[in-house]
DNA sequence: ATGTTAACTTATCGTCGTTAAGGAAGTTTT
DNA sequence: AAAACTTCCTTAACGACGATAAGTTAACAT
């Protein structure tokens, strides 16, 4: 036992440390040159080495998702903290959303190059356990609690919640994803995006 | 003379055809699955042959965009047709957008299929005609009629078209990439986003 | 010493986008 | 009418991809 579990322990240990140079392979190369066999030339490792630790490509970029998804989250909480003003800590919350997007475009293609359903099916998202549900549910909040304090309409949260969140995204999105587009200052859109939506839904 | 005009009369005919029978592979397999291949067996030629007709992936890729932004864009010209006062215009070309988006997935996801920079560089594109220039445009010809009209706040046509823009892009790319989450109602978000958006720039 | 297991390799499969080279048919030139 | 050229399409192939099968090596257990 007490060797199974040192074993597990070198396994992980290079587990995380595939993931790291993954990561940074991602971020270095771009999503459209990341490979597998690239990869594995960057950890000194030939292709099949790393199925041993993940299971495909796609369970590979799952991984890197929540590792992105755990830093942005990290980082959420500590501008929750930063603000006690409700509505204040909803537009650091999107502002830092989008910027953390803006400075890690890389990082937020992972998300989309994914299959559809990587996080399994519809139900199993809320079961199961994961950065980016909690990074949802964190965010739900900040928005629960200016419709609790009467700083924004009283309106189904999820809708609301949902809402601001795919408008940010969309800005992220678009401006990292069609890069022709002559697009205006990418900081004057997200402020007028901002105050757009909480003007919006302001009670 | 007359006679290289049937020539490329013909190849123009069979080009279509190509780019016809490549949409309905793409609406009925999705984009993951197409393929220069199967689009080969489709049509009953082999792979190389519609390499005649176009220069590469990207560049079908790109084509099957411009036909269905052009299809957008016939629309869009209908609905504005349609409504005399402009902020309702915006509203319905808002609404029909994401409509349209909910209504043709496979077609939209096309768009993020393409390289960042399909459309050429960041100058290029209003230089090139395109249709997803003349779409870009009659929208923010919307825009700039509700500010005129005084009805939306006096602020750069650019920042407030894009901002619109992204923000319903937004809905629709994370609704259809994202299949996993546990969505609102997809006509419940819409008419919440657009209204938020709406009052959010109202004068 | 022998059997077992984990970790890693080489070799390979099937698929992809794409290109090279060549052939068949029609068209133009002589 | 024969020869040369052009157009259109083919077969064959290249290099790269994700992934798997089968085999090797070395550490460990008995």
Redesign the pocket.
């Known amino acids: 036992m007490g ?1 199974q579990q040192k ?1 597990s322990k ?2 992980e240990e ?1 587990r995380r440390e595939i993931l790291a140079e993954a990561r940074e392979l991602f971020i270095t190369e771009g999503y459209e040159k ?5 990869l594995a030339g960057k950890i ?6 790393i ?2 630790y993940f299971k ?3 369970d590979l970029l799952l991984a890197i998702c929540e590792e992105v998804a755990e830093q942005y989250f990290a980082n959420l909480k500590l501008i929750i903290a930063r603000y006690t003003d409700p509505l204040q800590t909803l537009r650091q919350a999107l502002l830092y959303f989008i910027e953390f997007g803006f400075n890690n475009p890389h990082q937020y293609k992972v998300f989309f190059s994914m299959k559809p359903d990587l996080y399994g099916k519809k139900e199993e998202f809320m079961e199961k356990e994961s950065m980016a549900k909690n990074s949802y549910l964190i965010f739900r909040e900040i928005v629960q609690d200016c419709i609790d304090a009467g700083r924004l309409r009283a309106m189904d949260t999820d809708v609301m919640t949902q809402s601001l969140a795919v408008a940010v995204q969309g800005l992220v999105l678009m401006t990292i994803y069609r890069q022709s587009f002559p697009w205006a200052d990418r900081n004057l859109l997200a402020s007028a995006l901002v105050d757009c939506l909480l003007r919006g839904y302001l009670k």
């Open positions: 060797i074993r070198y396994r290079f990341f490979t597998m066999r690239k000194d490792y030939s292709p099949p080495t199925y041993l495909n490509k796609d």
